[in-house]
């Protein structure tokens, strides 16, 4: 392994390490615009220029492989010289709207400024004018002017996305970025060009103009849009939610993991995060009385709810209740679920799974057509028909229909997507008690007889289980809404209510308490999952070679 | 000194055809090549001939070839650089008008020395009557089995292939010119690796200039040491110099290597016009830094213009007589290099639109004392920083200019106008 001396710090590093990568190693971060670790390396912007003993010309530490005995410099007075002398250069036509720039504040033009610039500009001459403000696919606007033309964008839809809608055209300073003649930047993972924009070039349609990205604080969590379960960052609106429209969650933005989404994430989980903040949302129990939507204190809620399954249970017996719980939750309030159900109230007709009748898109990256965060978890967990042998969801609707099932607790689905309109309305119909548990209203919530408010997966902490047996954790970005509360805390009141207490506090007890119970999560604690999630026991890690689909 | 080699065909009628070429002794060293060497003692002679990529860059042509892999499983391109867009050189154009089948002899014999059985000429755009020829020629070569399967009844294939440039100067830069002969925008590659090892199509490729292979037929045919000894050390033969500005006969001049400057200019150029004095000379194309009166005894080779801080580069001499304002001379200059600026690397790309709109402000009469400073300053800024040598040739005029001819922008910049007589 070739040794080299970065700043009179000595480092050994792996053969092929370029200069870049080994000054990270050590702590040092060369400053860098095109140079991305997930994409081929071009050497264009420049600015990473170092000086290697030995060499006569400044070199680019993103294209230089180390060599045994290489002395680097990246901080002395020639370097500083030449990143100030580039920095100048990509400023000189760069228009001055960071007043207006949704970058601001997340500009690798002002952030280098800070630390690198810092000159006064000899610039005196008009600047080059280019397109601004021009739509260039459904969620991409780019503004030409403020382009440092660093390719990033074009890189990866050349190289991950593989759909080549993005070129740089004409010459000189009158060089531009710009879709293709004919084309526009449509495809499932444009977002992700906006991200890997270092300065404001590309910015998000459904984020320009709404917040200066200085008010929004980062939650990490897990994308809940389908059992890939890419890592994320929640950019919520804690300090001024009244600037926005009372829109508390922002964005979400990719988080580095290398086991799971790398750097990327797909536009329809970028995306899918506004029933969060909806209309629709559940913000308090409620009964359905004549017709009518009527709200109840979460007091009231539980115990007539208690009363009534007890009564049910009573009169016909276990067989008369069905669950239908959810991949959409956590594996707490998963677990939690099956504590209730099949402990407190001894139900055997517990099922999660609803077939969608229109299959889900997906693609050999990231897109999975199981739009679940959880269907893994709750396999594991033991919550299918067949494990408890009782009835699947489609029997249970069956047997509703026939008169046979009195009570169905519903959590989050909206059963239309699974079957027919007018099956689901006869079966439910035919119900006495249909309570609803879930984030939104859908058309199965209305024709439930109680509606219980869940926290949604920005508003708590837990865990989801993703399709390659990955455990990783959501946290707590925003408080729930109105009186939504997670979906174990409801089952635990529930539970308690109906003479069985379980000592949960926090998801972390619920999640201990299911690896101690459930095999395949044997071993596993809450505090050592960590920001990269852990495998479940009998699974392993993707390969290199597998993870490489994922790069190349 | 009135040895000849190329230049000897540009008074010969249809010196372009097989025919001519042939009555002159055309193609018989391709053949005896074929049948009597091997590549490796072709590549050695041309290399003991300090045979120099005459392009510009005067890399050694011999060492070169033998970068080439020799196990590598890979088809081999030789790429012949016939895209001649360095203002002030234009040689290249009359070896293909006059010596097309001695260039063709040259691009045989670097092919079997290297291995390639595919030749591309990238030839510049605007040269479309040059194309012509060469298509025809081309043509009249394959019809006589010269080119093909097995050329000359040998084991040897080649094909040869015209491309056409579509006229940016940058892809006269060898790794641009690749991308665009792949059909790519032209921007240059990032080095390593270099052509020879993974060039045109991802391929062992060895990119040359016109003239280069057009003295390699000699070279084999005569030795290495005949055409060695026609110039200086380490500078082999004789080139061709392109010669324009305020000189009585400009034009193309062969003239061996290191042949002092002076003398091109007034023993074969026939001095300036109207009995000028000189200003200033550009030696090798317009990027190369400009000389001083007192600088034209100069030799040129590439050794020599190196030492007193120039380049002999292309060997296109532009000579401006005591008429020229220098600072229009290098706005002209500087345009240019703004113009043809590819966009791909940061300090070329905007230091060049930088310095234009400087010295048009000062050609306006609205420059400021800083204005010369700031010139040199971001000539500085570009030199060494960037991808490929346009930078550098963007930026050596201005440095060069600007430390020669310092007062006469100064008085530009005070008194917002020239004084130059005759401006």
């Given at each position: 392994m070739p040794k080299i001396t970065i700043d009179s710090t000595e480092i050994e590093v792996e053969k092929g390490t370029t200069v870049i990568q080994a000054a990270e190693q050590i702590g040092i971060d060369i400053p860098r615009y095109c140079y991305h670790p997930g994409l081929s390396i071009v050497g264009v912007c420049r600015i990473c220029l170092v000086e290697i003993e030995r060499m006569p010309k400044l070199q680019v530490a993103c294209y230089t492989p180390v060599a045994d005995g290489m002395v680097v410099h990246t901080n002395n007075e020639k370097v500083q010289q030449a990143r100030r002398a580039v920095l100048e250069f990509l400023l000189i036509n760069h228009p001055l709207d960071c007043p207006v720039c949704d970058q601001a504040g997340e500009c690798w033009l002002q952030n280098f400024y800070m630390q690198h610039g810092l000159y006064d500009s000899k610039m005196v001459e008009d600047k080059v004018k280019k397109q601004k403000a021009l739509p260039i696919g459904p969620n991409v606007m780019l503004d030409s002017e403020r382009c440092i033309l660093c390719t990033r964008c074009v890189r990866f839809c050349d190289e991950i996305t593989e759909t080549h809608e993005l070129g740089i055209f004409n010459r000189g300073d009158h060089t531009e970025l710009l879709p293709y003649p004919g084309q526009e930047l449509d495809n499932k993972y444009s977002g992700n060009t906006i991200d890997i924009c270092p300065v404001g070039a590309l910015t998000d349609k459904d984020f320009r103009f709404r917040t200066r990205v200085w008010y929004l604080t980062e939650t990490p969590s897990v994308c809940p849009g389908c059992s890939t379960g890419c890592n994320i960052n929640v950019h919520h609106n804690d300090h001024r939610p009244y600037k926005a429209g009372g829109i508390r969650v922002s964005r979400l933005k990719p988080r580095y993991n290398p086991d799971v989404n790398q750097w990327w994430m797909c536009d329809e989980g970028r995306y899918g995060f506004t029933q969060v903040d909806a209309d629709s949302r559940i913000v308090a129990p409620q009964k359905k009385t004549r017709g009518d939507w009527q709200l109840l204190s979460w007091q009231d809620a539980i115990d007539e709810i208690a009363t009534k399954i007890k009564g049910i249970l009573k009169k016909h017996g276990a067989d008369a209740f069905g669950v239908i719980l959810s991949p959409q939750m956590t594996n707490e309030g998963l677990f939690a679920a099956k504590r209730f159900f099949q402990e407190t109230l001894e139900v055997e007709n517990i099922d999660f799974e609803v077939v969608a009748r229109e299959k889900g898109y997906a693609d050999d990256f990231l897109m999975k057509a199981d739009k679940n965060p959880n269907s893994e978890g709750a396999k594991k967990i033991g919550l299918s028909a067949v494990d408890n042998s009782g009835l699947e969801v489609a029997q249970m609707l069956a047997d509703a229909k026939d008169n046979r099932l009195k009570a169905l607790y519903i959590c989050h689905h909206n059963l239309e997507k699974g079957f027919k309109k007018e099956e689901v309305k006869e079966a439910l119909s035919k119900v006495d008690l249909v309570i609803f548990q879930g984030t939104n209203q859908n058309s199965t919530s209305n024709l439930a007889n109680y509606c219980l408010p869940s926290a949604s997966f920005v508003e708590k902490d837990g865990t989801f289980t993703n399709f390659a047996g990955r455990v990783q954790e959501i946290h707590k970005a925003v408080e729930p809404l109105g009186e939504s509360k997670p979906d174990w805390t409801i089952f635990r009141n529930l539970s308690k209510r109906l003479g069985k207490s379980m000592p949960y506090f926090e998801a972390g007890d619920v999640f201990n308490a299911l690896a101690e119970e459930v095999d395949a999560f044997k071993g596993l604690s809450y505090e050592k999952i960590g920001e990269h999630g852990v495998l479940l026991n009998g699974h392993r890690a993707s390969t290199e070679k597998e993870m490489g689909a994922l790069v190349a | 000194m009135s040895e000849k080699i190329i230049s000897k065909f540009f008074d010969?009628?249809?010196?372009?055809?097989?025919?001519?070429?042939?009555?002159?002794?055309?193609?018989?060293?391709?053949?005896?090549?074929?049948?009597?060497?091997?590549?490796?003692?072709?590549?050695?002679?041309?290399?003991?001939?300090?045979?120099?990529?005459?392009?510009?860059?005067?890399?050694?042509?011999?060492?070169?070839w033998s970068f080439i892999p020799k196990d590598s499983p890979k088809p081999k391109y030789l790429v012949i650089n016939a895209d001649e867009s360095e203002p002030g050189t234009f040689k290249d154009r009359y070896v293909i008008d006059h010596y097309t089948h001695g260039l063709f002899e040259g691009i045989m014999i670097a092919s079997y020395a290297i291995g390639a059985h595919k030749a591309f000429i990238y030839i510049r755009g605007e040269y479309i009557r040059q194309t012509e020829r060469l298509v025809e020629q081309i043509e009249a070569a394959y019809e006589k089995g010269y080119l093909g399967k097995g050329i000359f009844g040998s084991k040897f294939d080649l094909d040869l292939i015209v491309h056409r440039g579509a006229g940016a100067y940058i892809c006269g830069e060898e790794t641009a010119l690749l991308e665009s002969l792949e059909g790519k925008k032209g921007w240059p590659r990032m080095k390593p690796p270099f052509p020879a090892i993974e060039g045109a199509f991802h391929s062992p490729t060895i990119v040359n200039n016109v003239e280069t292979l057009a003295y390699v037929p000699t070279i084999i045919k005569n030795g290495a040491d005949s055409f060695a000894n026609l110039g200086s050390e380490r500078n082999g033969g004789l080139r061709l110099y392109s010669i324009s500005g305020h000189v009585k006969n400009p034009g193309v001049y062969e003239l061996p290597m290191g042949i002092p400057l002076r003398e091109i200019i007034y023993e074969h150029a026939g001095g300036l016009e109207n009995g000028n004095g000189i200003k200033a000379v550009i030696p090798g194309g317009s990027s190369s830094p400009i000389l001083t009166p007192n600088e034209i005894d100069v030799n040129m080779d590439f050794d020599s213009l190196a030492a007193i801080g120039s380049m002999l580069g292309s060997a296109g001499i532009i000579v401006m007589d005591d008429s020229t304002c220098m600072v229009r001379a290098l706005y002209v200059v500087t345009r240019f290099y703004h113009h043809e600026s590819c966009g791909q690397c940061t300090p070329c790309r905007e230091g060049t639109g930088w310095a234009e709109k400087v010295l048009k402000r000062i050609l306006d009469g609205a420059g400021r004392p800083e204005d010369v400073d700031n010139l040199v300053e971001i000539a500085d800024n570009i030199i060494g920083n960037t991808i490929c040598p346009l930078g550098d040739a963007a930026a050596l005029p201005i440095q060069s200019y600007v430390k020669k001819f310092r007062e006469e922008f100064e008085y530009h910049v005070r008194e917002g106008k020239c004084d130059v007589k005759g401006q």
């Open positions: - | 010969i009628e249809d010196s372009h055809t097989i025919e001519i070429y042939e009555k002159h002794g055309g193609y018989e060293t391709i053949r005896k090549v074929l049948k009597q060497w091997t590549p490796e003692q072709i590549i050695e002679e041309v290399s003991n001939a300090n045979l120099r990529g005459l392009g510009g860059a005067g890399f050694p042509a011999g060492r070169k």
